[in-house]
C-alpha cells in the first residue's frame, strides 16, 4: 500500500532539499530520513533520486544540515543491505 504513496511524498522533500533556506532544507533531510526508516525497502525504486539529493546536501554549509545527511545517509545504507539480504 504505501508503495503507491512514495511517488507523490518525495518529490516535495527532494526539491525542499533544495531549498535556499537552510531550515526547510533541515526539514526535508528529516523527513526524508523519517521516510526512509518508516517504508525502508519501499523507497529503493526511488534510491538514485534521494541519493543525488544526499549528495548535495553533504556538500551544505550548515552543520545542521551536514548533520542530519550523514543520519541519513546511515539509514539508506541500512536500508539497501537488508534489501540485498532479502533477495
Known sequence: MATRFVGALLPPVLNGMRDADAKIRLQACETMYNIAKSLRATILPKFNDV????IKVFADFDE?????AQQLDRILKDVVSEGIVDR
Do not use: N, Q
Not at 541519493?51 to 544526499?54: I, K, N, R, T, V
Open 51 to 54: 541519493f543525488g539529493e544526499l
Open 64 to 68: 545542521e544540515v551536514k548533520r542530519l
